[in-house]
């Protein structure tokens, strides 16, 4: 046992707290942890016990402060295989929307929102955002401004950074086997925003678009808060709406002709691909299927991001 570490007084926080109690009293967990960290050799090892007692959640009120801080917190998406696109039918479809097969090799999490102007602030020193808000998604943030607060973040958590970043220039040598924080693919992008299981729906958590997204017709002209329209079936908010949001891909009218197993789009471009329409557009842009593009360079208020792990 540590020098200092008194495992009755400081060490009883998963038999001392119901879980439910922990769970609302983050003050007192700090405090706990405070104490804990004269035990940092056995902290390890109450996490595992804890989670094995099912208790996950009683770690979540230290976690969130965290992550409300300086990125969204993170959602699991299960790896899997859907078909991407727009069927025949649905209104406003564009022609780069052919339906086809891909498959996910590799589970990852995904921003449960939009990356705020706190927690972008916070990283990365200033926020360039039109409207003004602690809560509101950052905009005004390019291709390269996204993937740079990326790589950022992976060092303040000290994971190896996804891309190599040279002027415009950026690599990504290991792909979605990358360890650190970066942008979701366009697949993976509409992966997550269709439902778990079957039917998908044409916006990302309804086929009713004023629950889910904020755009032209009621954003009253502003972005909003993130998480104040309702989430799809993953948890997800915002995919539809409020900032479009920066992926990794060059956009390619044909993207049914590239690989259909983990794909990452063209190998050059002259645009990036961005998602889920924007509080200044009307309802057909904020379509899971819809795609519209920008040059890496611009800035835009109606533009923002959101970001990805792979699971390690
Ligand atoms: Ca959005």
Redo the contacts with the bound molecule.
């Keep these: 046992m540590p020098s200092g570490c008194d495992a009755d007084k400081d060490l009883r926080l998963p038999t001392a707290l119901p879980c439910h109690e922990a769970g609302s009293a983050p003050s007192h967990l700090r405090d706990i942890i405070s104490k804990m960290k004269k035990c940092a050799g056995v902290v390890g090892a109450l996490l595992v016990i804890s989670l094995s007692m099912g208790c996950g959640d009683l770690w979540s009120p230290f976690l969130a402060y965290r992550e409300g801080e300086f990125r969204p917190g993170l959602v699991l998406i299960p790896k899997g295989g859907y078909t991407m696109g727009s069927p025949t039918g649905e209104s406003a479809r564009g022609s780069d929307e052919a339906p086809h097969k891909v498959t996910l090799t590799t589970d990852f999490w995904m921003a449960e929102s939009?990356v705020t102007q706190r927690q972008y602030r916070n990283l990365m020193g200033s926020t360039p955002s039109n409207f003004k808000g602690d809560d509101l998604?950052v905009e005004q943030v390019s291709w390269l401004d996204a993937v740079t607060y990326c790589n950022a973040l992976s060092e303040k958590e000290n994971l190896p950074p996804c891309y190599q970043i040279s002027g415009e220039t950026v690599g990504w040598a290991d792909g979605v086997k990358c360890k650190g924080y970066r942008l979701p693919t366009e697949a993976e992008w509409e992966y997550a925003a269709n439902p778990v299981t079957p039917p998908r729906t044409v916006y990302a958590g309804s086929d009713t678009v004023d629950g889910v997204?904020w755009y032209y017709t009621n954003s009253a002209n502003t972005t909003h808060a993130v998480k104040t329209k309702t989430a799809n079936g993953r948890g997800l908010y915002?995919?539809?709406?409020?900032?479009?949001?920066w992926v990794w891909d060059w956009y390619q009218g044909n993207y049914e002709a590239l690989p259909s197993t983990d794909p990452l789009g063209p190998a050059t471009g002259a645009f990036r691909v961005i998602?889920?329409?924007?509080w200044l557009i009307t309802a057909p842009a904020a379509r899971i299927a819809q795609r519209s593009n920008a040059t890496p360079t611009i800035r835009s208020n109606a533009l923002?991001f959101?970001i990805v792990r792979s699971y390690p």
């Design positions: 939009e998604p997204a915002d995919l539809s709406g409020n900032v479009w949001e998602r889920g329409g924007a923002g959101r």
